[in-house]
């Protein structure tokens, strides 16, 4: 319980900063967006698959006003087509809540717009290189002067257009309603892995969350970790030093894919620093 109500207290500390931070920061605790740390193959995320769904509660407010100047929403995505600068975010909003009340996934098939109703499907063409992908529109943004639409990390990948930062684009609406994405397309995105966490039998790699001094924190910890993470082993391993033993919670069997960064960025969210991988 000391070890829940510590974290719990951290976790309202991060949110203070967060929430202070100025030069830009905003509520977010990194001023500076970027990717992951290391570059992570998302090659084999599926993209988004048109549905038809109703509009969100948040995020379809019009008109809305940002930086001073005032923007409206569409009543409709259909037959929206526009040429345009994209840009992409990352780390910075990671974890953060999307203008229509998600929870922002870089490693997951979406985008930002200014005026598309949320949600909203498009398809996006990288006119330098005529790489596609399908986006599921969940979010307000880029209000950047020049660009007409901000990618998750996950998709800007995907177009290759991580390094530059920006392409050139098309971004045309689907109407999830007559869209006929052709069988093999379908079945592709269905057969896919989603961008979800996944647990592999037989795995050797486990990511150690802490090594504590007493098993009874240990354990607290294994507790909140399972109910945070199911479906994952949460593992408690001795290692004999000297004369103390320490304690050491491993979260696995895990995965060297776009999941594990995932996974990582939800363990430090719940206030476990530096999780890192053994064998």
Request: aromatic share 8%; with cysteine; hydrophobic share 40%.
């Amino acid at each position: 319980m000391k070890l829940i109500l510590k974290l719990f207290a951290l976790s309202m500390l991060a949110t203070l900063v967060g929430c202070s931070t100025g030069g830009g920061g905003g509520r977010y605790a990194i001023q500076q967006d970027h990717g992951p740390a290391q570059a992570v193959d998302v090659s084999r995320v599926p993209d988004a698959v048109p549905r038809v769904e109703s509009k969100s509660r948040g995020g379809n407010k019009s008109p809305y006003t940002v930086l001073g100047k005032t923007y409206y929403v569409m009543p409709s995505a259909i037959g929206y087509k526009e040429r345009g600068v994209a840009s992409w975010y990352g780390k910075k909003f990671h974890g953060h809540k999307t203008s229509n009340g998600e929870v922002y996934n870089m490693y997951a098939m979406s985008a930002a717009h200014k005026s598309l109703p949320l949600p909203a499907y498009v398809q996006v063409t990288n006119l330098a290189n005529g790489r596609k992908v399908i986006v599921r529109v969940n979010d307000r943004g880029p209000f950047h002067g020049g660009r007409i639409i901000d990618l998750s990390y996950a998709a800007a990948s995907k177009l290759d257009m991580l390094g530059s930062g920006t392409a050139r684009v098309e971004v045309e609406a689907i109407d999830a309603r007559s869209w006929n994405g052709s069988s093999e397309q379908v079945r592709a995105i269905a057969s896919a892995p989603a961008p979800v966490p996944q647990v592999v039998a037989g795995a050797g790699r486990y990511l150690q969350v802490g090594a504590f001094s007493l098993q009874a924190t240990a354990d607290e910890a294994r507790r909140h970790l399972e109910g945070l993470l199911p479906g994952y082993q949460v593992r408690i391993v001795p290692l004999q030093r000297q004369d103390r033993t320490l304690y050491r919670v491993q979260v696995g069997p895990v995965q060297l894919n776009a999941n594990l960064a995932e996974l990582v960025s939800r363990i430090e969210a719940a206030g476990y620093l530096r999780p890192h991988l053994v064998e």
